[in-house]
């Protein structure tokens, strides 16, 4: 079937919206009719990055209704309501990735084994997740990876209870899910921290409590002094190196014995290639760092973050601010990439 799509042709080059060429779905494969998709600062890191294969086709993130499924697919049918995501439905262990999709453009195959940067897609049944068919047809599609990255994290790396302290760096989609879901676990305090005074002030709708503007003042002493000795969770969800050199001794200490053991420091946001840390963090005071792709349970979680969200306790509809249509997906790229978008955009179909 033709439909069309985005398609990444070069490194440093605008995106190319034409027509592709879809095929039959594969015995594990579905193709799905999208209504939405996010734009996630992933696809710019694929986009900058030389080393991606071209052409392929980008997004992670999208919500539709399946059109067509493969013999051996037994979780969704046709005219179900589905989330397309970029984490296996089911646990593999390992890094893994499915085989591309076999979708061509001018009868080139393009590079892509999960894509939502289009209007029909055809992904591995692995990443399209059943959830209900009153789901909203603009605001699900962010389910797939800016809630579930950042609400994950929270939730099933760091394991956040009730009154535990939470500091989040960078507020921006994912970093508003991880302070959202922070709030809806009752954490205290919940500290944003951002370089942006209005991303800030945004952040309060999302259940942030306490705020550092980390270009006016230094945020490790910041936090430490608000706190009393640092918090228990610290969130990167920007990725930049003084970041995931901050989220460290940001956290509370421990010391000796066998249970005192210090705050935990996440990694959610796509690093670059180093880091400096002090190994003293760890053996003076037990501090622990851990990174967090993904940490979701995709079939249970889905729906749970949309239950939330109608029964106002995790509000999607504030975190979308800005909406494309896919001839605009170069302004939507540059936008992202400019910080001129609170929270998350998506594109509709």
């Known amino acids: 079937m033709k439909s069309r799509a985005a398609i990444h042709?070069?490194?440093?080059?605008?995106?190319?919206?034409d027509e592709v060429n879809?095929?039959?779905p594969r015995p594990d494969q579905i193709i799905i009719k999208l209504y939405s998709s996010g734009v996630c600062h992933s696809q710019l890191h694929q986009m900058h990055n030389p080393e991606t294969p071209t052409p392929a086709l980008l997004g992670h993130e999208g919500f539709g209704v399946v059109t067509q499924v493969g013999s051996e697919i037994n979780h969704l049918k046709e005219g179900d309501?589905?989330?397309?995501?970029w984490v296996p439905r089911n646990p593999i262990n390992g890094r893994w990735r499915a085989p591309s999709a076999g979708v061509t453009w001018n009868e080139e195959p393009l590079d892509a084994s999960t894509?939502?940067?289009?209007?029909?897609?055809?992904?591995?049944g692995g990443y399209a997740v059943k959830v209900d068919d009153d789901s909203p047809k603009d605001l699900s599609s962010i389910v797939g990876c800016a809630v579930l990255t950042g609400a994950g994290a929270v939730t099933h790396t760091a394991k956040v209870r009730p009154e535990q302290s939470v500091a989040v760096f960078g507020v921006g989609g994912v970093g508003l899910s991880a302070i959202q879901m922070a709030s809806v676990l009752n954490a205290y305090p919940i500290i944003a921290v951002d370089i942006d005074e209005e991303k800030l002030k945004f952040a309060s709708n999302f259940g942030a409590t306490h705020f550092v503007?980390?270009?006016?003042?230094?945020?490790?002493?910041?936090?430490?002094e608000m706190t009393g000795g640092?918090?228990?969770?610290?969130?990167?969800?920007?990725?930049?190196?003084?970041?995931?050199?901050?989220i460290l001794p940001v956290t509370r200490s421990g010391g000796s014995g066998a249970d005192n053991i210090g705050g935990m420091a996440v990694l959610i946001g796509m690093p670059g290639p180093e880091m400096t840390v002090w190994p003293g963090h760890f053996m003076f005071h037990q501090r622990q760092y851990r990174g967090s792709l993904g940490a979701t349970y995709p079939d249970k979680d889905f729906n749970m973050y949309l239950r939330l969200y109608k029964e106002g306790k995790f509000p999607l509809d504030q975190l979308v601010t800005k909406r494309y249509k896919?001839?605009?997906?170069?302004?939507?790229c540059q936008d992202l990439q400019s910080g001129k978008i609170l929270g998350r955009a998506i594109l509709e179909y």
Do not use: M
């Open 22 to 24: 879809i095929p039959d």
């Open 81 to 85: 309501a589905a989330v397309v995501t």
């Open 326 to 332: 896919l001839e605009e997906i170069n302004k939507a």
């Open 9 to 17: 042709v070069g490194h440093q080059k605008k995106l190319v919206v």
């Open 213 to 224: 503007n980390s270009s006016k003042v230094d945020p490790v002493d910041t936090i430490i």
């Open 115 to 124: 894509y939502t940067w289009g209007e029909d897609v055809i992904v591995w």
């Open 230 to 246: 640092g918090v228990d969770y610290a969130f990167d969800a920007i990725g930049l190196r003084i970041t995931n050199e901050q």
